[in-house]
């Protein structure tokens, strides 16, 4: 073994057995504080400069130490977001690219013209026309939703790096109407220290997105109108309802008749997406917000079992309501978020401060749930 490597181990850990993989060297050790975090801090600070990372984790009785790679990369010297001296890494300085501002420009695109289609409908247009009005309503739609989603990875973004991460900008996604966009994603580059630092970049999206799609809802329902419904033998799109989204049309425009239906500003359109998008993240699947919180909370097994009952669910209630955005949803998860992120320290539990954060964001998923996002009629 190499007698440097045993050295920086020992600094906070007391080996008592060694077994090499392929993969990793592991150690079975015994900590030299009370608090594991220290010691695991004292190891990765030896460490940091030969390019290798410690992980710990509880194998039955046993505390185990695997000794990993970083991937090469270049290191900031002025971590301007580190609060916290002890934090886990140092961000990188960020290669310029051309690919988010492209993207951010693509789905802004497609969001106004997801925004002005709708708009059409929302204003009695008959077929595609131009018409000022609606591509005012339009642009409205685009801020709208594009302040909500931005405004969610920007939070997972300044949680990142206040926690010593290292985390891209935004990544925006563009799509067909009707919404526009897929949503966003931001790329973590470094590793995640402990479940407290995963619940909080896990909760700090959703919490924000949840908070904007509410205040965007009581603004855009307050402009929306109840009309006897047209039936014209077309058919018609209609929104699912969330019991968040209902008790709101129940608050702000009082019950209307049979006969009537609610036709939604582009504005009330985008926060009912907001809903949508935090609910879709908030599910307790892989790489998902969620899937981040469940695996902090409940541990690396359970929150696998969760994942993959939470991905039968989805195929189930895809195939019980015939939508098939459920099926598709639940092949994206399995296949993209099939695993969640590992911290370094995977052996000390949440406080109670981090399980609180992790029931909230489970009653805002409930809340904001829509089991039939989209129906035809």
Not at 320 to 333: Q, V
Request: proline share 5%.
């Amino acid at each position: 073994m190499d007698p440097n490597l045993r050295d920086a181990i020992e600094i906070g850990f007391e080996i008592r057995d060694v077994l090499f993989t392929p993969q990793y060297a592991q150690f079975v050790v015994q900590s030299r504080h009370s608090d594991i975090n220290r010691s695991l801090l004292a190891v990765k600070a030896e460490l940091e400069s030969s390019g290798r990372i410690p992980f710990i984790q509880k194998k039955g009785d046993l505390l185990v130490l695997f000794i990993g790679m970083l991937r090469p990369r270049e290191f900031s010297e002025d971590p301007i977001f580190a609060r916290d001296p002890d934090k886990a890494f140092m961000p990188s300085k960020t290669k310029k690219s051309l690919v988010q501002p492209i993207l951010l420009v693509a789905t802004i695109i497609a969001t106004v013209f997801a925004g002005y289609t709708n708009s059409l409908g929302f204003i009695g247009a008959d077929g595609l026309i131009f018409s000022w009005r609606a591509l005012g309503l339009a642009g409205l739609f685009s801020i709208s939703i594009m302040t909500i989603l931005g405004c969610h990875e920007l939070g997972h973004y300044i949680t990142s790096r206040r926690s010593g991460i290292d985390a891209s900008l935004p990544y925006f996604i563009p799509a067909i109407p009707p919404i526009g966009t897929f949503g966003a994603f931001i790329q973590i580059k470094s590793p995640i220290f402990d479940r407290k630092t995963l619940v909080r970049l896990g909760f700090s999206g959703p919490i924000i997105s949840i908070i904007l799609a509410v205040v965007t809802l009581i603004i855009g329902i307050s402009l929306s109108e109840v009309q006897e419904e047209v039936v014209n033998g077309e058919g018609g799109m209609f929104l699912g309802s969330s019991i968040l989204f209902k008790r709101l049309v129940v608050w702000i425009k009082e019950p209307y008749s049979e006969g009537m239906v609610l036709y939604l500003h582009p504005i009330a359109f985008a926060g009912w997406v907001g809903l949508l998008v935090t609910s879709i993240n908030l599910m307790p699947i892989g790489q998902l917000d969620g899937g981040h919180i469940s695996r902090a909370i409940l541990g690396k097994d359970w929150a696998k079992r969760v994942s993959l009952v939470s991905i039968g669910a989805l195929i189930v209630l895809g195939l019980m309501l015939e939508y098939e955005g459920w099926l598709f949803w639940a092949f994206l998860a399995y296949m993209l978020g099939g695993r969640g992120a590992s911290p370094l320290n995977d052996v000390t539990r949440v406080d109670s401060k981090h399980l609180g954060l992790g029931i909230i964001a489970l009653f805002v998923f409930i809340l904001s749930f829509v089991p039939l996002p989209f129906s035809i009629m």
